[in-house]
């Protein structure tokens, strides 16, 4: 079996790293080899910390393809959850991993994010101690994708809803 990439994409605060984690979980209980890059845990690494100048995101992104290939033949799944704001990064991962890649968009409504705030920015952002924060006060929009990709509202969607399409269509991806 070749190596999927499951690419996690949308807001903070969307549901892209309580996802990937679950699938994680489950695909490991299957017996599956799997690797989690967190799109945070990668930033802090590479000491990009706070710096989303579209130049450091598309650094960052593209690094982190880098980072699968080095490891793709090691691996039934990788998955990743990153905010990857550009469509240029992401059509980098389609085109590196071709039918590999499985392209997740997370999303629901800014006052949710607001309300749920998993990590702080929203407040920091509404606070003006943080200026940068993608889709609420950057200058960086999201850009959304122009192939088809899988899109999960996790508005309406609870965290097992969305795990129980995901890993069906994780299942049929060819």
């Not at 679950?22 to 489950?26: G, N, R, T």
């Not at 192939?147 to 899988?150: E, F, M, N, P």
């Not at 969607?157 to 969305?162: G, K, P």
């Given at each position: 079996m070749a190596c999927k990439i499951v690419w996690f994409t949308g807001l903070s605060g969307t549901g892209k790293s309580t996802l990937s984690k679950?699938?994680?979980?489950?695909l490991k209980k299957k017996k599956f080899k799997v690797l989690n890059y967190d799109g945070d845990i990668f930033r802090k690494k590479n000491k990009f910390k706070?710096?989303?100048t579209k130049k450091n995101i598309e650094k960052n992104n593209f690094l982190i393809i880098k980072s699968i290939k080095k490891k793709i033949h090691l691996y039934d799944f990788i998955l990743v959850s990153v905010i990857s704001p550009l469509i240029k990064t992401r059509i980098k991962a389609k085109r590196t991993f071709r039918q590999n890649y499985f392209e997740v968009n997370?999303?629901?409504k800014l006052s949710t994010l607001i309300k749920r705030d998993t990590?702080?920015?929203y407040r920091?952002?509404?606070d003006n101690k943080l200026k940068n924060l993608i889709?609420?006060?950057s200058k960086i929009k999201y850009e959304k994708s122009k192939?088809?990709?899988?899109k999960i509202n996790t508005d309406v969607?609870?965290?097992?809803?969305?795990t129980r399409i995901l890993m069906k269509k994780i299942f049929l991806k060819k």
């Open positions: 679950k699938i994680y979980k489950i706070n710096s989303f997370t999303f629901s990590k702080g920015l920091r952002a509404k889709g609420y006060n192939y088809s990709v899988t969607l609870t965290v097992e809803q969305s």
